[in-house]
C-alpha cells in the first residue's frame, strides 16, 4: 500500500492532527499498517492479544477462528474461541466494578427528551440495577436461550434490560421503539419471544407515544398464531414516574392485561442486586436484532458472544480512540445496531463514560445537541449524515452559541456522506480540529469493518478508508473476478472477523442465500463500492433493491408490500429519490385497481397505511399515479426506468426491452414534481 495521497497532490487530504497522536493507540499510519499487516497474518496471536483483556470462565478448546465461506464446500459458519466460557455482562460490568476498581465513574448521563430530565449512573449502580432485573427475569421464568424482545425508549431500562438478559443468557431482540404494532409482532413471532419489555408512554419531541398501547396491538395481533408465546410483559414506568406531574399533555390512560402484565419498578423493589452471570459458550447467541431483507420479510440477524464482545470493544477504542478521561456521545438509538455496538457493548467493554439521549436534534430548539456536548464536556461525538444535513440547514449560529472545545473526534455512519456535509461537520462543529471518522459497517458485521483511525488515517472526505484490523475487503466485477487497484465493484468479504453474523435466527438458509450464494467463497455486502490509487474504498450505495433513508436501511419490497395491501392499489413499484436532508427518500409508483380514482386524499391514506404498516420512518414522500408501469417482456418491473423518473433523468437510454414503451412517455407527464 502507498502513503495516502501521495499519488495525486491535489485531492483533498486532511491530515491526523499532532496533538491527537501524541497519547493516541494507534499514533501514524505506519503503525497501522503494522498492527494490519499482523491481524491478518497472524489473527490468532492477534485476537489471543486481544483477549488478555477479558474475563474468561474457561480458555478456548482448540482453534481461535474457525470458518466456511465457501457455500460449495458445506455449510456457512464462523466460530470464535469455541469451548471458551465467558459472560458479556459480567465484561462490561462486574469486570469494571470488581477488578478494575471502577465502580465510582459515570457509565451513563442520561439525558432526558426535555433539558430538565437527567438522571447520572454510575457503574456499580448499573451492575446492581441489571442484577436485580436479571433475577426479575429469572422468577419470571426466563431460562438461558429464551428469545425477550425489548420495545422501549432511549432510557437506562433499555440498557438494563438487555444486559440483564446478557447475564442470564437470554437472547435479546430489540424492536425500535418508532417502529408500528405489526413490525413488532412480526418480530415476536419470528423469534418466539416468550418476554416482552416496554414502557407505558414516552415523548419524542413535542409527541407523546402510548407506548404501551402499541405493544398491546402487537400482542392482540400475534395471540391467536401458532409460534407465539410471549407470557409475560414488563413494563417500565417511564412517562408516570419520570414526566412533570399536573401538565394536562400528560394524561396517559395505559391499558392493563392483568394476566400477562407486571410493573417494572414494583418487581424490582424486591429482587436481590446479586446475580451469578450464566457462563456460556464464546459461540452461544448473544441477541438478534431484525434488518430488512429484500423479499420484504425482515432477517433476525444473530450475533453471538466472544466475537462480538471483542470486535465491539477494540473498534470502539481505536475508532474513537478511547482514553479514559473521554466524555462519548453516540446519537443512534439502541434499536439500531450503532446503538447496541457503540452505546451498550463497545463503550461499557472499555469502562467509557457516555451520553445515553432520549430525544431528538431540534427540540425543544435547534442547537439541541450542542447544547448537550457542552453540558457534558463530550470529546467524541458519534451521529449519522442525515442528523448532519438536518442540522445544516440552521446555519452556524446555533452551533456557536455553544463551547465546543471539549470534541476532540467526530465520527459517522449509516449512510454515504456528502462532502457538502463532511466540510460543514468538519469546520462548523469540529473546528477544523477534529477528524471526521466515516464508518462503514452494517447490523451484520457487528462492529465498523471500513474505518479511519482518527490519529493514523489522512482523510478523504466521503470515503470510509482504509479496512479495521483483521477485515479484508475484496472488490468483485459482476462475473465475480476479483478486481486489483483501481476499481469499482461489489463490495465483498474473503474471510470472516469475530464480529460479523453467525446466521439469520432460524433461517440458515436464507443466511447463506443472502449473503454467500451471488459469490461462492465471499460475504455479500450488498454494497457497491470504489477503491482509488491510494487503496482508499468509497462506498457508492446498495446495489440490491434495498433503500436507505435517513441511514436506515429498507426494502422495496416491504414498502410495496404495504401499499398494496390497500384496496385501492393493484400493484406498487417504489424507488428512491435524494433528499437534502433524509440522503434518499421513498417514491412510489400505484397502479389502482379499475374503477378506483387517484386523489390526494388517497395519496394521504397511503401515506399513513405504509406509516402504520412499518413505522414512521418509512412514510413515504411522493405517491405518484401510475396507469402502468415498465416492465420487461418477462413482466419484471425495470426500476432503473422508475428510479430515473423519479429523478426527472430524461435520457433513458435503451428501452427496446420494454413490453410497452409508451407507459414511460405517460409516467414522465404525471411525475410528481415536490413532496405533496
Ligand atoms: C450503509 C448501520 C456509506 C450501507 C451501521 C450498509 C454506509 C448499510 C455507511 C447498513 C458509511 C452504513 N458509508 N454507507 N459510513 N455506514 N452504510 O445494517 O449501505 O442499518 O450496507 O447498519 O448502511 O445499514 P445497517
Known amino acids: ?103 465510582d465513574r459515570v457509565a451513563f448521563y442520561w439525558e432526558g427528551n426535555s433539558p430538565d430530565h437527567q438522571v447520572s449512573i454510575t457503574y456499580s449502580q448499573l451492575l446492581a440495577q441489571v442484577c436485580r432485573c436479571a ?40 424492536v425500535f421503539a418508532g417502529f408500528s404494532s405489526e413490525s413488532l409482532c412480526e418480530r ?27 405493544a398491546d396491538e402487537a400482542l392482540e395481533r400475534c395471540r391467536d398464531r401458532a409460534s407465539f408465546s410471549v407470557k409475560k ?56 436484532l431484525y434488518t430488512s431483507g429484500s423479499t420484504g420479510k425482515p432477517k433476525g440477524v444473530l450475533h453471538t458472544t466472544a466475537g462480538y464482545m471483542l470486535y465491539t470493544a477494540l473498534t470502539f477504542k481505536y475508532v474513537f480512540d478511547y482514553h479514559p478521561s473521554d466524555v462519548y456521545w453516540c446519537t443512534a438509538d439502541i434499536g439500531w445496531i450503532t446503538g447496541h455496538s457503540y452505546i451498550t457493548y463497545g463503550p461499557l467493554a472499555n469502562g467509557a463514560t457516555s451520553v445515553l439521549f432520549e430525544g431528538v436534534p431540534v427540540h425543544p430548539h435547534v442547537g439541541r445537541f450542542w447544547e448537550i456536548i457542552e ?58 480540529r477534529c ?89 455479500v455486502t450488498g454494497d457497491g463500492c470504489r477503491r482509488d490509487k491510494d487503496g482508499y474504498y468509497w462506498i457508492t450505495g446498495r446495489i440490491d433493491d434495498m433503500l436507505n433513508v435517513s441511514g436506515h436501511l429498507m426494502s422495496t419490497a416491504e414498502v410495496e408490500a404495504a401499499l398494496t395491501e390497500h384496496a385501492a392499489v393493484a400493484e406498487a413499484a417504489v424507488v428512491s429519490r435524494p433528499h437534502v436532508v433524509k440522503g434518499e427518500c421513498l417514491y ?20 399513513k397505511q405504509v406509516r402504520g404498516k412499518i413505522g414512521p420512518i418509512a412514510t413515504p414522500d411522493f405517491i405518484q399515479n401510475a396507469p402502468g408501469l415498465p416492465k420487461t417482456r418477462s413482466g419484471k418491473i425495470m426500476r432503473r426506468i422508475l428510479r430515473q423518473i423519479a429523478r426527472n433523468e430524461k435520457d433513458l437510454g435503451d428501452l427496446s426491452t420494454l413490453a410497452d414503451p409508451k407507459v414511460v412517455e405517460v409516467l414522465f407527464s404525471q411525475r410528481c414534481e415536490a413532496a405533496a
Open 1 to 103: 500500500m502507498v502513503i495516502p495521497g501521495s499519488q495525486h497532490i491535489e485531492e483533498e487530504l486532511f491530515q491526523p492532527t499532532e496533538d491527537l497522536q501524541r497519547e493516541a493507540h494507534v499514533p501514524d499510519f505506519s503503525t497501522y499498517l503494522t498492527l494490519y499487516k499482523k491481524s491478518t497474518e497472524e489473527p490468532e496471536a492477534f485476537w489471543t492479544e486481544v483477549a488478555k483483556d477479558f474475563f474468561w470462565k474457561s480458555p478456548p478448546a482448540g482453534d481461535i477462528l474457525q470458518y466456511n465461506f465457501d457455500v460449495t464446500k458445506g455449510n456457512i459458519y464462523v466460530k470464535f474461541m469455541e469451548g471458551a466460557k465467558t459472560n458479556m455482562c459480567y465484561n462490561v460490568l462486574d469486570r469494571n466494578v470488581h477488578d478494575k476498581n471502577m465502580g
Open 233 to 288: 410483559c414488563i413494563v417500565v414506568r417511564h412517562h408516570a414516574l419520570r414526566m412533570k406531574k399536573g401538565a394536562a399533555s400528560n394524561k396517559l390512560q395505559t391499558p392493563w392485561n392483568a394476566d400477562c402484565d407486571v410493573w417494572w419498578d414494583e418487581e424490582m423493589e424486591s429482587a436481590s442486586e446479586e446475580c451469578e452471570p450464566e457462563w456460556l459458550d464464546a459461540e452461544e447467541p448473544l441477541f438478534i
Open 435 to 523: 477528524p471526521v471518522v466515516d464508518t462503514f459497517w452494517q447490523t451484520e458485521t457487528g462492529g465498523h469493518v471500513l474505518t479511519p483511525l482518527p490519529a493514523a488515517t489522512p482523510l478523504k472526505p466521503g470515503s470510509a478508508t482504509l479496512p479495521f484490523f483483521g477485515v479484508q475487503p475484496t472488490i468483485l466485477n459482476e462475473h465475480g473476478e476479483e478486481l486489483e487497484g483501481e476499481a469499482e465493484g461489489y463490495l465483498v468479504f474473503q474471510k470472516p472477523w469475530p464480529g460479523i453474523m453467525r446466521t439469520v435466527y432460524g433461517n440458515q438458509e436464507r443466511f447463506e442465500n443472502t449473503y454467500f450464494k451471488k459469490f461462492p467463497g465471499f460475504y
Open 375 to 432: 453540558k457534558y464536556g463530550v470529546t467524541k461525538f458519534y451521529t449519522a449524515p442525515t442528523a448532519i444535513r438536518l442540522l445544516m440547514k440552521y446555519g452556524r449560529e446555533p452551533v456557536q452559541k455553544y463551547n465546543l472545545s471539549s470534541l476532540r473526534i467526530l465520527g459517522t455512519v449509516g449512510e454515504p456522506i456528502n462532502p457538502e456535509a463532511w466540510h460543514w461537520y468538519h469546520e462548523v462543529v469540529g473546528q477544523r
Open 188 to 214: 415476536i413471532l419470528d423469534a418466539q419471544c416468550s418476554f416482552l419489555v416496554t414502557a407505558d408512554g414516552v415523548y419524542r419531541g413535542e409527541k407523546l407515544i402510548n407506548l404501551k398501547q402499541i
Open 135 to 174: 433475577n426479575v427475569l429469572k422468577r419470571m421464568g426466563v431460562r438461558k436461550g429464551d428469545r425477550v424482545a425489548i420495545y422501549l425508549p432511549m432510557i437506562p431500562e433499555l440498557v438494563c434490560a438487555m444486559l440483564a438478559c446478557a447475564r442470564v443468557g437470554a437472547i435479546h431482540s430489540i
Open 588 to 607: 412510489c409508483f400505484v397502479t389502482l385497481k379499475d374503477g378506483r380514482e387517484f386523489s390526494h386524499t388517497l395519496s394521504e391514506e397511503l401515506k
